[in-house]
């Protein structure tokens, strides 16, 4: 690999791959063959991917051929020509990768077509890496019963940073596969913290759009009416690079139709902005997000830091009085770190130019983040059912065709599927349920109304850009909405394990959103590569 000789590729971007294209520097071979070394080297520990594209060197090889032939023509490639990308195992992929979202009962299915945002990529010149690992099933087979980031086919997905921490889920693989720099960028889907918190738990950054403004056509399906595409990479830049490809309206995905109108003229590239703070009104809900930090020092000291931001003044003079106090005791003063590094943070929100709205509340938002109590896991069970059911007779062949054989399935290889270990009580539960009925419209209702009076209301009232909250505790609230959030890294705990800050807005506001958190990105450039790497 003598491109890369002169080339480092880990944690590399997509532009500086492309420069080190065009400068002869590097090939899309020799990109394919690094991450499958990386793949064979460590994929054995963290287990973020299920199957590698037997096909991708020869795709690479005919990336280069087309580049070469390119030169001289003023033809622009695309900004995803030659780069792999890692798709979550429930992307439908005409191909030889199987998709089957992590459990055996859908190995060696055929899929009619590649999921409409996999033609975008093929068409924008990507090179489809491999399947990703995740949570099976969306960790809906048990949602108390299945670990975040296992399945049957590839096991447990390990934390690269934090081995004895969660890598979250369900697209565990992604943001594992990305973070160790298994892959150069990766899509994931969201229907509850499925992409932001992965993202949190691994230290890379990801994007959960408005529902409808990317495709899920093609995709097995967990709960449609909130369920989204988005990407998963270490930075801002591609993951805006990565949006620009894959949004825009699909005849097979009727509520893409409705949210094309959200999708900026110029694409998003052009709101990668290093003064996108400036001006931007941000909100702070304290109950319950900032509440369900653990520790009580570092739940007082976070509080204490946000009424600071009120005193610019002072805050100098406050940051060194604390590390004073706690250096007096190393475990007080790690358990304050993430708080000091959370300050440093939001310092940085109001240093760039940020205007932070502190004490604000969100109607019902005790109901909210109940998912039993406000409903929410009863539309998913219902939903899940009968687009599942859907999904699986499109396809060509499949070992099952409905929910019940899925249980039925894994019931008669309860050893290969692990079923001792881990149960299958939402799928039992939801396979009892018989579509809408008069009750489940008035839950979808209610949620609708929740969301109005609670999010809505609050992010108007305030006339807000933005709501931040530490890591992925406000899922629920984006969940339900159908909203967009992005989590960029923050920090690390003393025993390496990484936390994020989330940026979340009304649909549509993609733009505001990749202002702040390229923003605050470039202000803080907290990530690191794991140690395994």
């Known amino acids: 690999m003598e491109g890369c000789s002169v080339f480092k590729i880990e944690e590399t971007s997509i532009k500086e791959i492309h420069q080190a294209f065009a400068q002869g520097k590097l090939t899309a071979r020799e990109l394919v063959d690094f991450y499958l070394h990386q793949i064979e080297t460590l994929n054995p520990l963290l287990r973020g991917i299920i199957e590698v594209n037997p096909e991708a060197q020869n795709l690479a090889d005919g990336a280069d051929r087309h580049r070469v032939n390119s030169i001289g023509t003023g033809s622009f490639l695309g900004e995803l020509h030659g780069i792999p990308v890692l798709l979550k195992d429930?992307?439908?992929?005409?191909?030889?990768?199987?998709?089957?979202?992590?459990?055996?009962?859908?190995?060696?299915?055929?899929?009619?077509?590649?999921?409409?945002?996999?033609?975008?990529?093929?068409?924008?010149?990507?090179?489809?890496?491999?399947?990703?690992?995740?949570?099976?099933?969306?960790?809906?087979?048990?949602?108390?019963?299945?670990?975040?980031g296992w399945c049957a086919r590839s096991g447990q997905g390990v934390n690269p940073y934090c081995p004895s921490g969660s890598p979250c889920g369900s697209s565990s693989g992604c943001a594992i596969s990305v973070a160790a720099n298994m892959a150069a960028v990766s899509l994931g889907t969201e229907t509850h913290c499925s992409i932001i918190c992965p993202a949190d738990h691994n230290s890379v950054v990801g994007l959960k759009p408005t529902v409808g403004l990317t495709s899920r056509a093609g995709i097995i399906p967990m709960t449609p009416l909130w369920d989204t595409v988005g990407p998963i990479c270490r930075n801002v830049t591609d993951a805006v690079y990565m949006l620009d490809v894959i949004v825009g309206s699909d005849p097979r995905d009727e509520v893409t139709a409705e949210a094309a109108k959200y999708i900026p003229e110029d694409g998003y590239k052009q709101f990668l902005m290093e003064d996108g703070l400036k001006g931007k009104r941000i909100g702070i809900v304290k109950h319950p997000?900032?509440?369900?930090?653990?520790?009580?020092?570092?739940?007082?000291?976070?509080?204490?830091?946000?009424?600071?931001?009120?005193?610019?003044?002072?805050?100098?003079?406050?940051?060194?009085?604390?590390?004073?106090?706690?250096?007096?005791?190393?475990?007080s003063f790690l358990v304050c770190l993430r708080v000091i590094i959370w300050w440093t943070l939001c310092w940085n929100l109001r240093q760039e130019g940020a205007i932070l709205v502190d004490k604000l509340s969100i109607l019902h938002i005790e109901e909210i983040m109940d998912s039993n109590h406000s409903?929410?896991?009863?539309?998913?069970?219902?939903?899940?059912?009968?687009?599942?059911?859907?999904?699986?007779?499109?396809?060509?062949?499949?070992?099952?065709?409905?929910?019940?054989?899925?249980?039925?399935?894994?019931?008669?290889?309860?050893?290969?599927?692990?079923?001792?270990?881990?149960?299958?009580?939402?799928?039992?539960?939801?396979?009892?349920?018989?579509?809408?009925?008069?009750?489940?419209?008035?839950?979808?209702?209610?949620?609708?109304?929740?969301?109005?009076?609670?999010?809505?209301?609050?992010?108007?009232?305030?006339?807000?850009?933005?709501?931040?909250?530490?890591?992925?505790?406000?899922?629920?609230?984006?969940?339900?909405g159908g909203y967009p959030a992005i989590t960029v890294p923050a920090g690390y705990e003393s025993d390496g394990m990484p936390f994020g800050i989330c940026f979340g807005g009304l649909k549509g506001t993609e733009p505001k959103l990749?202002?702040?958190?390229?923003?605050?990105?470039?202000?803080?450039?907290?990530?690191?590569?794991?140690?395994?790497i």
């Not at 990749?514 to 395994?532: G, L, W």
Request: hydrophobic share 40%; charged share 25%.
């Open 90 to 148: 429930t992307f439908g992929t005409k191909d030889k990768l199987n998709t089957t979202a992590g459990s055996y009962a859908l190995l060696g299915s055929q899929v009619p077509r590649d999921a409409g945002v996999v033609e975008k990529l093929r068409n924008a010149g990507a090179i489809i890496l491999g399947k990703a690992s995740m949570s099976e099933w969306y960790k809906f087979r048990s949602l108390s019963g299945v670990p975040n």
């Open 289 to 331: 997000f900032v509440e369900m930090i653990h520790g009580a020092i570092e739940k007082s000291a976070f509080e204490h830091h946000l009424d600071l931001l009120r005193y610019e003044a002072l805050l100098p003079q406050s940051h060194l009085l604390i590390c004073k106090i706690t250096n007096k005791n190393k475990s």
């Open 375 to 480: 409903g929410e896991a009863l539309v998913m069970m219902v939903e899940f059912k009968s687009s599942i059911n859907a999904y699986l007779k499109e396809l060509i062949t499949s070992p099952v065709r409905s929910l019940a054989d899925i249980i039925a399935f894994n019931e008669r290889n309860s050893e290969l599927e692990k079923l001792a270990e881990f149960d299958q009580h939402t799928f039992i539960e939801a396979e009892k349920r018989d579509g809408y009925g008069e009750e489940e419209k008035k839950v979808v209702d209610k949620l609708k109304n929740l969301s109005q009076n609670g999010f809505e209301k609050m992010m108007k009232d305030h006339k807000l850009d933005a709501m931040v909250v530490p890591g992925s505790r406000a899922s629920p609230v984006f969940a339900i």
């Open 514 to 532: 990749i202002e702040i958190a390229y923003a605050f990105e470039q202000s803080s450039k907290v990530r690191r590569p794991p140690s395994v």
